[in-house]
């Protein structure tokens, strides 16, 4: 940590550089905040220097260089630019595998609601004002519409298995069933592991300590190889279920420790009020105390859920369908094998979406739970 | 109610009420057990019975046997004639080797960013700031994944990348110059661990001397005599060569010198940029966590800048640092799991092929879980032994 010594010269610049906005203009601005000393001033030109020169060889790359469309599967083209500039042509072409996998390609629109009512379904739930009882019929209502967009067999949609299902509903799908099944979970094992019963506290911290010590990984071998084992004869789920599984039980212990965290930060005369009222265990911890504690963690919970969606990604090393993985199958295509760049920028694109609005919501969280 | 005038039938229903209580928590503990308990041997029953069906026969006796998988990447002296516990002692080291490693690193680039985001230049924090928003919010997969396709991408050895005189870049992965190790070289390597010692011994001395009689005294003239000068004296008294093995292309592939797989490239700085990003956080808010009150008042005292900053800053901004620090180093240890995605062959790694090889599913998922579960437990004993040490002396 020695690095700390040659920190900058004044490590909480906070409050030094409002107090140095005052001289107003561009001139004042650029003097205050980049020229200030001579060591800012050679690590800004130097900065300068670096960023003016990676950003002309990205322009180069990905505009000026770059091919946008080629016509059907010829990428000599591409491959004869190959490093000098980027062959976007392959997002068009492969766009549709990507996002929806092998699914039927005249049903596709139905993944595509799926989607689109996964993110209303965000939007809605972000909303402070919207946050009642009649949430939960909502989330009800939206993951069965879901399940009968994806799943069809009746309203006269043909029946697809979800073996073809693919790409980013397949993500959304884990990451949202996981945290829908894992918040309860969650609360349970959190409450469980503050409760006075010994033999209760010790499974829950056994369940808790022996999934989050593992990586997510083995509980994925666990849920694809180790499973069928545990089933009795003629029992047999499917892959991408028992994949959710795993996961309902991974985000259970993480979110449980979360949980726990704002359980902590509730008052005791909270509990003593409650007892005081004569409130059952139940009532007492559903009305009183579990409000009071999540409202606490909110914040924290965003970032689990953030860390959680990007998890969802590692159902690529068990071969499930989800945008990680269909992309890395859509660059298999011969023709198209060298550019798994531009495909994986283009996914790195739609995850940066998802994870950014979270991460930017969780600010907004923390910034109002901050000023009141 | 007083002592005096006693309510027997009240007092009654109060201890009947409390052993109901316990009653009842009695009954719950014993139902939940219970379900766990029939639950486990249900499935233990399913799996006993399906292990017979496919005369997988349970143990650990199968790790005595020929493993037949290579590993490319083998620290220690192995071949696919060994044992499944040599392959898996080899798949620990592997493991340990991109943990610690990758600890080490991502805390240096990641405190180096969180003080760059603290920056009073703006075009430096900003940029620290864009660094840390993208890699936090792009799964570490997929980051792994680009980074393998980039090295893949690199030319091949006999055009490969030199940056620096004996540094090599190809899809080979990275080679650098390295330095025989002889006897003589050890020799010298452990004097310069006791000089670190000593003078670590020493410094102790000198600070307990300053809070005795208020006189500052300098360590840097001891140190450098004991660290570089004494290994120095020890490494002219016995005549160790220092000589550097410049990596050579012979053929299609390089001679000499130290190399990094690609696939170990990759990992390490996928988990070291990833990890680094959440380390800057965490070291910025540790650092903004101090009160502003503490650096003015170390200015009041008239003292030095980068003293204030080591003495009275940094140990009020590590104990918000280290609980967080260690989730990270834990979350990076249980990352370096992702390697079996590109092929670099680790515990995990080498426990699933084992798995596909022999069917020991329960047998590779429990050496798993007792491995991942003693590296977490020993850095959480290690970050914990550290914090005590920084914590707070309350008088």
């Not at chain 1, 008052?267 to 007492?284: I, M």
């Not at chain 2, 570490?140 to 004996?166: C, K, N, T």
């Not at chain 2, 380390?279 to 101090?290: C, F, M, T």
Request: glycine share 8%.
């Amino acid at each position: 940590m020695t690095s700390i010594a040659d920190a900058p010269e004044n490590p909480l610049p906070v409050g030094r550089s409002r107090s140095r906005r005052g001289r107003g203009g561009a001139i004042g601005w650029l003097r205050a905040n980049l020229f200030s000393s001579i060591p800012s001033t050679v690590i800004s030109l130097l900065l300068i220097f670096l960023l003016a020169k990676a950003c002309v060889s990205l322009l180069q790359w990905g505009f000026w260089n770059a091919i946008w469309s080629v016509p059907d599967n010829q990428t000599g083209a591409c491959r004869a630019i190959r490093g000098l500039g980027a062959c976007w042509a392959v997002i068009p072409e492969k766009f549709r595998f990507i996002l929806f996998g092998t699914y039927p390609f005249d049903q596709q629109w139905r993944p595509a609601v799926a989607t689109l009512t996964f993110i209303a379904l965000f939007f809605v739930s972000s909303r402070r004002n919207w946050w009642r009882k009649e949430l939960v019929l909502v989330w009800g209502a939206a993951l069965v519409a879901i399940g009968l967009l994806m799943w069809g067999g009746v309203f006269g949609l043909p029946y697809v298995s979800q073996d073809r299902w693919g790409g980013l509903p397949v993500t959304l799908i884990l990451a949202t069933f996981g945290l829908a099944f894992g918040f309860p979970l969650g609360i349970v094992v959190a409450l469980g592991r503050r409760s006075k019963l010994p033999a209760i506290r010790s499974l829950c911290v056994l369940y808790v300590e022996l999934i989050r010590g593992v990586p997510l990984i083995s509980l994925l071998f666990m849920a694809s190889v180790m499973f069928p084992l545990f089933m009795p004869d003629g029992v047999n789920i499917d892959k991408l279920l028992r994949a959710q599984i795993a996961f309902v039980l991974y985000a259970g212990a993480y979110l449980a420790e979360v949980i726990r965290g704002g359980l902590q930060a509730v008052p005791r005369g909270q509990h003593e009020a409650a007892d005081a009222l004569g409130l059952s265990y139940w009532k007492k911890n559903g009305l009183i105390i579990l409000p009071q504690a999540i409202r606490h963690v909110i914040p924290p919970l965003v970032n689990t859920f953030i860390a959680f969606f990007k998890d969802t990604s590692l159902v690529l090393i068990i071969g499930i369908f989800d945008l990680l993985t269909t992309a890395k199958t859509a660059i298999i295509d011969p023709a198209w094998q060298s550019f798994s760049v531009e495909v994986y920028l283009f996914v790195g694109l739609i995850y940066f979406a998802f994870c950014f609005a979270m991460s930017r919501y969780s600010r907004r969280l923390e910034a109002q739970a901050g000023s009141t | 109610m007083t002592a005096s005038t006693p309510e027997p039938a009240r007092r009654k229903r109060l201890r009947i009420s409390l052993s109901q209580e316990r009653l009842a928590g009695l009954f719950w503990q014993i139902v939940v057990v219970g379900i766990a308990i029939a639950v486990v041997a249900w499935l233990w029953s399913n799996a006993a019975h399906n292990l017979s069906v496919r005369r997988i026969s349970t143990g650990f006796a199968f790790l005595g046997r020929e493993a037949g998988m290579p590993i490319a990447d083998a620290l220690l002296a192995y071949s696919p004639k060994n044992t499944y516990l040599r392959a898996f002692i080899v798949g620990l080291v592997n493991t340990l080797r991109i943990a610690v490693i990758g600890i080490v690193l991502a805390t240096v680039l990641g405190t180096m960013i969180g003080i760059a985001r603290l920056s009073s230049n703006w075009l430096l924090s900003r940029l620290a700031a864009v660094y840390v928003e993208v890699l936090r919010d792009l799964p570490l997969l997929l980051q792994l994944l680009f980074w393998y396709v980039l090295m893949q991408g690199l030319p091949a050895a006999r055009a490969a990348w030199m940056p620096i005189d004996g540094v090599f870049l190809s899809n080979r992965g990275l080679i650098l110059p390295s330095i025989p190790i002889d006897e003589g070289n050890l020799w010298v390597m452990a004097a310069a661990a006791a000089g670190l010692i000593a003078s670590y011994v020493l410094n102790r001395r000198l600070i307990a001397q300053h809070l005795r009689d208020g006189q500052p005294r300098r360590l840097w003239p001891y140190a450098l005599a004991l660290v570089i000068g004494w290994p120095a004296l020890v490494s002219w008294g016995l005549g160790a060569s220092w000589t550097i093995a410049m990596p050579e292309l012979r053929g299609f592939n390089f001679v000499g010198g130290w190399t990094l797989s690609p696939e170990y490239f990759a990992l390490l700085v996928a988990l070291v940029t990833y990890t680094s990003a959440f380390i800057a956080e965490i070291v910025r808010s540790g650092i903004q966590a101090v009160h502003r009150g503490q650096w003015d008042a170390a200015m009041a005292l008239g003292l030095r800048r980068s003293f204030a900053l080591r003495h009275i800053i940094m140990p009020q901004a590590l104990r918000v640092i280290i609980p967080p620090m260690t989730s990270q180093y834990l979350n990076l240890t249980k990352n370096s799991s992702l390697a079996v995605a590109v092929g670099y062959q680790d515990i995990v790694s080498i426990a699933n092929t084992t798995l596909n090889q022999t069917g020991q599913a329960i047998e590779a998922i429990a050496l798993i879980m007792l491995v991942f579960l003693t590296i977490s437990l020993g850095i959480s004993l290690f970050m914990n032994w550290y914090n005590a040490r920084i914590a707070l002396v309350e008088r």
